[in-house]
């Protein structure tokens, strides 16, 4: 018959206590654990509690010039002439990198500067004509240009001008003085006429007053009387007339000198009428002679700084730039180069001037590539939107404290490379980075 063996004995042990001596060792292996864990869960708790972690704020960036890149642009745009720089040639500041076509810009100035010249010729021909100069005084930018073609058959017209002008005007005069002369001459002889009349007149007065007193004394007929009364009375009619005709004569030679005054006057209301008229336009003239020189110039295209051509937009002579639209972009060789990064609107808070920041580069090898230091510069007043990414973000613009010791080799920053930035806010100790989130979510849920 076989043994029965006692479900408290292990197998293989004879001894009956072996139940108590296994609950022992279970109780000291919990014990064992729970202790470990108390020292586990207490070193970490401590580990935390004591051990601070430096926060910091990550950014995507972007290696740009300090000074920026600028945009060449053109404010009315026009028809490409030539096209002087190719993709990343280096320009100097006031080469002429694009000539648009002048065609049409130097024609508008020639019609307005032909305008202007007749204008300032007809101005010194009207001022000689006005002052009763003998010759015209021309100007001085009119006398330099004497040897061109134009200038100088404008020139003669003007000069045939004045002489004919002032030949009719002193062939009016000359008219005018004549007559008064000629009427002078009548009043000589009308004066001399009547003078003779007065005389005849008083011959026959003493010749009447004689035949009167004989009449008187019935000596003489009453019909010689007479004959001679009638003659005395048309002597002295005829004298009458000739007065009247002397004063008449006499004011058609004061109409004469008047008319010969009112020559010049005449002359010279109509000249200043027409100095009113071309001094006006000559002010209208001369800003629209500066406004075409300018145009004309804004036909070359300059560098506006010295730096390399990127992202040139025209390739084509005879293409057509818009208004305002970006030629190329001129980057600036020499300048600094810094990172700007864009820092997300949840971080904005725990970014301000003055910080520290670690940069790395992804274009080269993390493993030979230390981060740069350097730090935060200025940050933007303003929320910035990209539509095209659909995105919003501060600029936080930071600068490298030492490029030569971070960047060995022939390592070299370039305008566009990718950066990423971390912004170092401040210390806090492992407990706070753990608990935060659960205190956030307790805040959170009381108020709900």
């Given at each position: 018959?076989?043994?029965?063996?006692?479900?408290?004995?292990?197998?293989?042990?004879?001894s009956?206590?072996a139940?108590?001596?296994?609950?022992?060792?279970?109780?000291?292996?919990?014990?064992?654990g729970l202790?470990?864990?108390?020292v586990?869960?207490?070193?970490?708790?401590?580990?935390?509690?004591t051990?601070?972690?430096?926060?910091?704020?990550?950014?995507?960036?972007t290696?740009?010039?300090?000074?920026?890149?600028?945009?060449?642009q053109?404010?009315?745009?026009?028809?490409?002439?030539?096209i002087?720089?190719?993709?990343?040639?280096?320009v100097?500041?006031?080469?002429?990198i694009?000539?648009?076509d002048?065609t049409l810009t130097?024609?508008?100035?020639?019609?307005?500067?032909?305008?202007?010249?007749?204008?300032?010729?007809?101005?010194?021909?009207?001022?000689a004509?006005?002052?009763?100069?003998?010759?015209?005084?021309l100007?001085?930018s009119l006398?330099?240009?004497?040897?061109?073609p134009?200038?100088?058959?404008l020139?003669a017209?003007?000069?045939?001008?004045?002489?004919?002008?002032?030949k009719a005007?002193?062939?009016l005069?000359?008219?005018?003085?004549?007559?008064?002369?000629?009427?002078?001459?009548?009043?000589?002889?009308?004066?001399?006429q009547?003078?003779?009349?007065?005389?005849?007149?008083?011959?026959?007065?003493r010749?009447?007053n004689?035949?009167?007193?004989?009449?008187?004394?019935?000596?003489?007929?009453?019909?010689?009387?007479?004959?001679?009364q009638l003659?005395?009375?048309?002597?002295r009619?005829?004298s009458?007339?000739?007065?009247?005709?002397?004063?008449?004569?006499?004011?058609?030679?004061?109409?004469?000198?008047?008319?010969?005054?009112?020559?010049d006057?005449?002359?010279r209301?109509?000249?200043?009428?027409?100095?009113?008229?071309?001094?006006?336009?000559?002010?209208?003239?001369?800003?629209?002679k500066?406004?075409?020189?300018d145009?004309?110039?804004r036909?070359?295209?300059?560098?506006?700084?010295?730096?390399?051509?990127?992202?040139l937009?025209?390739h084509?002579?005879?293409?057509?730039?818009s208004?305002?639209?970006t030629?190329m972009?001129?980057?600036?060789?020499q300048?600094r180069?810094?990172?700007?990064?864009m820092v997300?609107?949840?971080?904005i808070?725990d970014?301000?001037?003055?910080?520290?920041?670690s940069?790395?580069f992804?274009?080269?090898?993390a493993?030979?590539t230390?981060?740069?230091?350097?730090?935060?510069?200025?940050?933007s007043a303003?929320?910035?939107?990209?539509?095209?990414?659909?995105?919003?973000?501060?600029?936080a613009?930071?600068?490298?404290?030492?490029?030569?010791?971070?960047?060995?080799?022939?390592?070299?920053l370039?305008?566009?490379?990718?950066?990423?930035?971390?912004?170092?806010?401040?210390?806090?100790?492992?407990w706070?980075?753990?608990?935060?989130?659960l205190s956030?979510?307790?805040?959170?849920?009381?108020?709900?």
């Open positions: 018959m076989s043994e029965m063996i006692s479900p408290f004995r292990l197998p293989g042990s004879s009956l206590y139940p108590e001596k296994s609950g022992e060792g279970i109780r000291a292996n919990v014990l064992l202790t470990v864990s108390v586990l869960v207490g070193g970490v708790g401590a580990w935390a509690a051990t601070s972690l430096a926060g910091a704020v990550i950014a995507s960036g290696v740009v010039v300090e000074s920026s890149a600028k945009k060449v053109h404010q009315t745009g026009g028809i490409v002439g030539a002087n720089v190719r993709e990343g040639d280096r100097a500041a006031g080469d002429v694009v000539r648009l002048e130097r024609a508008n100035l020639q019609i307005i500067a032909q305008q202007y010249d007749r204008t300032i010729a007809r101005q010194a021909r009207l001022q004509e006005r002052l009763g100069l003998p010759a015209i005084d100007p001085e006398i330099k240009r004497v040897a061109e134009e200038v100088e058959v020139i017209g003007e000069k045939a001008l004045f002489e004919s002008r002032t005007g002193a062939g005069k000359s008219q005018l003085e004549a007559r008064s002369e000629q009427l002078a001459k009548q009043i000589e002889g009308l004066v001399a009547r003078k003779s009349m007065d005389e005849s007149a008083a011959l026959v007065e010749d009447y004689s035949l009167k007193t004989l009449y008187d004394k019935k000596l003489v007929s009453l019909e010689r009387v007479s004959e001679l003659e005395l009375s048309r002597l009619g005829e009458g007339r000739l007065a009247a005709a002397i004063a008449e004569t006499e004011g058609k030679i004061s109409e004469t000198r008047l008319q010969t005054l009112q020559v006057e005449d002359m209301k109509d000249v200043n009428e027409e100095l009113r008229e071309l001094d006006g336009k000559e002010v209208e003239l001369v800003e629209r500066a406004v075409a020189k145009q004309l110039a036909t070359e295209i300059r560098a506006p700084q010295a730096g390399l051509v990127q992202e937009a025209v084509t002579v005879g293409g057509v730039i208004p305002g639209e030629i972009l001129i980057v600036p060789e300048d180069l810094v990172v700007d990064a997300a609107p949840a971080s808070d970014v301000e001037p003055g910080q520290p920041v940069i790395r992804s274009a080269f090898d493993n030979t230390p981060e740069c230091k350097g730090t935060v510069q200025r940050v303003d929320l910035i939107k990209d539509p095209q990414r659909q995105i919003s973000y501060f600029v613009r930071t600068t490298l404290d030492d490029q030569k010791s971070c960047l060995r080799g022939s390592r070299r370039q305008p566009g490379m990718p950066a990423e930035v971390h912004i170092q806010t401040g210390e806090r100790n492992v706070s980075y753990v608990m935060k989130p956030d979510q307790v805040h959170r849920a009381f108020r709900e």
